[in-house]
């Protein structure tokens, strides 16, 4: 996202948050491209980071886990030690599936992570939290976009079938009959698909999974809930960093990854012809029509969603996923307590979900904000 069109994002932020009544982020931002407000046009940090209530919080604070939600995590951590004298946060983003893990093994404060914990995962962090159990908050949602690399094709459109086919190593050519039907009159060459994934535990990898196994059962009999790739063939890359490289760089080639990684790297995204009068592209307006319907599963002080992964709704983009931030409802360590409830309830707040403009991101719904609001406090 480039710097200029910050004020322009700042003074759509209250109409978004009206208008896509949905958890979105548009540009989760890769590792190599975080998007934050420089000193001379810091106004809405200076703002949120005077509204901080420290609330005890001290020292060190460890956390990781999603990387779709780094920029999020560099803008709160900038003002909240910014706020709160002597506290250091220290976010790791290293995945999904390495965060869950240093979770359990006791290792960080919370981890984030694109899918919510499965039921051995919650079994697990029960060693950890001693009284209680880790629970799932979620923070920010978005599309996955799947981009590609194809000269003279422009505006390329699969649907769920073909994209498990290709990344199921079933369709090898890009001018396959499936491939062809779905973009009459493109210029598909004679070539190889070159399709990457994800070599690291990921949650987009599980939740692209979902997708496939939802909207195009026939042809996806992988396990839905597996956050490492469960496919054989295609080329392996570390990180959506990784992946998004790759595609960037090899001529005829696919992959997957939040949509600020496109955005990032100029990568063309397919179009996803759900069944709707349309095909859908992969935008935050487009995946808020499909996170605007999702249903809260979780019992007690667990918040986690169910998607509509198979949503025929007119421009609702299908591939999306929610970052959650996974903490102990009960056992917390009681040095680290008083700061991870602090940081928390200023990510959840007002002044933490405005912020996220600046980043590319928009704020929580309000219902299930004020959700989260109510549980962060009673964390111990």
Known sequence: MKLSRKNGLRASAIGALVVSGALVLSACGSDNNTATPDKKDGASTSAAASNIACEGAKGQLLAAGSSAQKNAMDLWVKNFQAACSGVEINYQAIGSGGGITKFNQGQVAFAGSDSALKDEEVAESQKICKTGKGVNLPMVGG????????????????????????????????????????????????????????????????????????????????????????????????????????????????????????????????SINTGAAAPVTATSENASKAIAAAKVKGTGSDLALSLDYATKAEGAYPIVLVTYEIACDKGNKAETLPTLKAFLNYTVSEEGQKVLTDAGYAPLPAEIAAKVRTIVPTLS
């Open 143 to 270: 599309p996955i976009a799947i981009g590609y690399k194809l000269e003279g094709v422009d505006n390329l459109v699969l649907d769920a079938s073909a994209i498990a086919k290709i990344f199921d190593n079933k369709i090898t050519k890009w001018n396959d009959p499936a491939i062809a039907k779905l973009n009459p009159g493109a210029k598909l060459p004679d070539s190889t698909i070159q399709a990457f994934h994800r070599s690291d535990e990921s949650g987009t990898t599980q939740n692209l999974g979902k997708y496939l196994s939802t909207a195009a059962a026939a042809d996806w009999k992988h396990d839905p809930k597996s956050k490492s790739w469960p496919a054989q063939g295609g080329q392996a890359a570390n990180g959506s960093s990784g992946v998004a490289t790759a595609v960037k760089d090899a001529e005829g080639s696919i992959g997957y990854f939040e949509l600020s990684y496109a955005t990032a790297n100029k990568i063309s995204t397919v």
